[in-house]
């Protein structure tokens, strides 16, 4: 055990390639591999590679336009980012997602927090929430099997017909809202319909507890939040990794990380990790900023 561990620390420090030291497409880890994006045909990732394991935190930091974001919606199979070498891997365990649409992503148990969550006017939190929860839990996906290893309160309680209790799926959701402060009256507004920047990040804070996905990135989810939401929300990603959830969390502050240890923080610099090291490295870089990285 404490081999896999040292060979496992050596291989996200320097990611060379998985298989040969640890075989974590046997561990059902989300494996990037040397991913290179296009927007608009303008190259933005230029050869990302990362490893994520079940209940691990990845931050990633990075300067202003660096590719943070570009980085999330590429993962989770944006139309408008493309993906541009062959060589390019997005895998969960065995599976090579690259080919994949979003809708089939999140079947495979990806989930993605925007940074700026767009809003729909008439569709009610609870309503969304049950039926992304019904379309990524039909049978057969794989969030629906044994191995998929994400503790799951609502998974125990599908009907025999494969539909979800509504009962127990609605005790689940207000469980979860209680536990972030979102009082029940949001669930019966339209999604993000006039939210309040800090409502919206704790919506889809709810989002991800309610859908419990294998892996999670959360854009900015710290962002513009109070000092009592930035705790709360914390609490919420600390829930999802100890119910078995790997996290990647793009941020520009070490404030969040306070809460919770990350696992590994990675620095993105046009479009590439230039650096990947333990917490110490967010505070190093909330000291001295990107400068040693960007020339
Ligand atoms: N649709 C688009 N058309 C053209 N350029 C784009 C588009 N989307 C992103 N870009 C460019 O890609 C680069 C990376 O953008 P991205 O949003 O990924 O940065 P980021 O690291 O998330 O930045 P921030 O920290 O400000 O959120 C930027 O130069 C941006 O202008
Ligand atoms: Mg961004």
Known sequence: MERKK????????????????????MDGALIISDLRAT?????????????VRAGEIHAVMGPNGSGKSTLAYALMGHPSYRISSQKSL???????IVSLSSEERAKEGLFLAFQSPIAIPGVHVMNLLRVAYQEIHEQGSSLVTKSSGVHNPVFGKLSTNGEVDLLAFRKTV??????????DAFLSRGIHDGFSGGEKKKMEMLQALVLAPKYAIFDEIDTGLDVDALRVVASGIDRLVKNGTGVIIITHY???????RPDRVHILV???IVKTGKASLAKEIESHGYKHYTT
Not at 39 to 51: A, T
Not at 254 to 260: E, P, S, V
């Open 254 to 260: 070490q404030r969040i990380l306070k809460y919770l």
């Open 6 to 25: 040292y060979l496992w620390e050596k291989m996200t420090a320097f990611p060379i390639s998985c298989k040969i030291y640890y075989n974590c497409e």
């Open 174 to 183: 207000k469980e979860y809202a209680q536990m972030l402060r979102i009082d």
């Open 39 to 51: 927007v608009e045909d303008k190259l933005i990732l230029n050869g990302v590679d990362m490893h």
């Open 90 to 96: 997005i895998k969960i365990g065995k599976k090579n």
């Open 270 to 272: 046009n479009g590439k």
